[in-house]
């Protein structure tokens, strides 16, 4: 038996049944087995790096289409949004977006079980495909599914039967896909039927006739229908659509029963975040994309203190109404008076790679002191930023209190051992003793965040190593040997086998759109800190701390 757990991160489903246009606000609840079968498949070639479908997949996927899921529904309600999407030109189309909002608490679970006895290696790759799924519907249906064995008891379930299993039950229509067997017997009947093939030659070496009409035939139909269950489910929608079906080749519709009130009902245990979210908002999340001249260029890591700047800056300007009380103080650290704030309570911009490797996707936005209303309008109002001939759009995922992104950003998630992700940049000259030492200004930074001190500071060598931070000036040494002495027991002693680790050396370490506040030392440095407790983030340290620069996440 195979049991999913899915929770989605922004607390909605967006996702339109087969045949039914967008704007007539129906909602696929729950997801039909043919996408999911589907959103298997699509996970297999971004996640896993397929090129062609592998055995154990193809066995996997059979197994699934051959049994049709039970589902258990958590309480649910719909809802919908309304915006204008540019056609060409000045011509906009009105788009209704409907979706089922879950919630996002311990109970908004979306349960899946299938009746099947898969092997070792087929769980194992259903595992990996659950752990990678990234959305299941539309793009913004962020979901984190995982394999459980036990699902919460008031989830309501939902099977396929021909008949209600009691009152109170309405019928849905799902799409499924056929079983292999089905699907062959389904195939060779309509290729078949649509055409028989021409005799053979009378004698060997007569002319073979032309190909006649029912030979043409045959020819089209053997194209048109794909070749088995598996090549059906990866036919795009697309192609799906030009050859004119009305339903995907290899499909089938399951009547499935669910409560009359499914979509009409709410959550009876609200989250915290959701009973204080009229009151506070202090986190939101940006998502990054490029135009479609350019849409597979992403800002770099490296290029992250340079992206965060631009960022802040339309951030800043956006903010400010020209209503003479200039822009939002948790934008610009600064209070009417132009006096700075203390207490790092203003907003910090911290990169993420959530969806891309190796590129910059999304941008956390947190303030302590909680984001004002210039702020949020700022937010919602940033639409693009340039770095030189470059143009990368930002879009407003969701805003709320930084318990609400806990499952899908790491910089706000709790723990313990924390480990840098962008460098840490010294903020005053460095010493060998004393509070202008690493280790006094680290920990210096984070009692100026109100966090508390680090039982252990250690740093990152070359090879992915680390080495406590009492023994920093000694791998220092190595990198500037004629300037510090030597601290073995002799002078010209051996210099340490160790070297700082050199990755961080191309990301940019100095502000460019203010020249004028370098960092007293060019030094970028990855830090692990360990704490007495857990701490909960976010945790940037050093110079430029708020535009990402020593951005640290929980040490895997």
């Not at 397929?50 to 039970?70: C, D, F, G, K, N």
């Not at 259903?126 to 752990?131: S, T």
């Amino acid at each position: 038996m195979l049991r999913l757990a899915i929770r989605f991160l922004s607390g909605s489903y967006h996702a339109t049944p087969w045949g039914r246009h967008v704007n007539e606000g129906d909602i696929e609840w729950p997801p039909s087995p043919w996408r999911l079968c589907r959103a298997f498949l699509a996970t297999g070639f971004a996640r896993l790096g397929w090129t062609t479908v592998p055995p154990e997949a193809q066995t996997l996927i059979e197994r699934l289409a051959a049994s049709p899921p039970v589902y258990h529904l958590p309480p649910a309600s719909t809802g919908h949004t309304r915006h204008y999407m540019p056609l060409y030109k000045n011509v906009t189309a009105k788009v209704l977006d409907a979706f089922a909002f879950v919630g996002r608490g311990e109970e908004a679970v979306l349960g899946i079980t299938w009746d099947v006895e898969p092997t070792a290696a087929e769980r194992a790759l259903f595992e990996a495909l659950a752990d990678r799924l990234s959305y299941l519907g539309r793009a913004e249906s962020w979901v984190a599914a995982e394999v459980t064995e036990a699902l919460p008891e008031h989830l309501s379930p939902c099977r396929a039967s021909e008949c209600a299993p009691g009152p109170g039950y309405e019928r849905i229509a799902l799409l499924a896909p056929l079983s292999v067997a089905e699907y062959a017997a389904f195939r060779r009947e309509r290729v078949r039927g649509g055409g028989g093939a021409e005799e053979e030659p009378a004698r060997r070496g007569a002319r073979a006739p032309k190909k006649s009409a029912a030979s043409k035939e045959a020819a089209r139909l053997e194209a048109l229908y794909p070749a088995d269950l598996l090549a059906a489910l990866l036919k795009a929608s697309g192609d799906l659509q030009r050859d004119g079906w009305s339903q995907p080749p290899g499909s089938r519709w399951l009547s499935y029963w669910r409560e009359g009130d499914a979509l009409a009902k709410v959550s009876t245990r609200p989250t915290r975040a959701a009973r204080r979210r009229f009151q506070r908002q202090d986190t939101a999340l940006l998502a990054l994309s490029s135009d479609t001249a350019r849409r597979d260029v992403l800002p770099h890591p490296a290029d992250a203190l340079l992206c965060m700047e631009l960022l802040h800056a339309a951030l800043v300007r956006k903010s400010d109404r020209g209503d003479g009380f200039g822009p939002s103080p948790c934008l610009t650290g600064k209070d009417a008076h132009e006096a700075r704030l203390k207490g790092h309570r203003h907003t910090w911009l911290l990169p993420a790679s959530l969806d891309s490797e190796g590129q910059i996707d999304h941008v956390l936005v947190h303030a302590a002191m909680e984001l004002d209303e210039r702020a949020r309008e700022a937010l919602s109002c940033v639409r693009k930023i340039y770095r030189k001939d470059v143009c990368t759009l930002v879009t407003l995922v969701e805003i709320g209190l930084r318990e609400d992104f806990e499952q899908a950003v790491p910089y706000v998630r709790t723990a313990k051992v924390w480990q840098s992700v962008l460098p840490f940049v010294p903020p005053r000259h460095l010493k060998r003793q004393g509070a202008n030492s690493l280790e006094g200004q680290v920990q210096a930074e984070l009692a100026s965040r109100g966090l508390p001190p680090a039982e252990r500071i250690e740093v990152e060598l070359d090879g992915g190593d680390y080495r406590a931070a009492s023994d920093f000036w000694d791998v220092w040494q190595r990198r500037h040997p004629g300037e510090i002495r030597l601290a073995g027991p002799e002078e010209g002693a051996p210099l340490p086998e160790e070297r700082l680790a050199t990755r961080w050396r191309h990301f940019r370490n100095a502000r460019v759109l203010k020249p004028e506040q370098r960092p007293p030392a060019a030094t970028s440095l990855g830090l692990r800190l360990t704490f007495a407790e857990p701490v909960r983030g976010p945790i940037a340290l050093g110079y430029a701390s708020h535009f990402g620069l020593g951005a640290m996440t929980p040490s895997p």
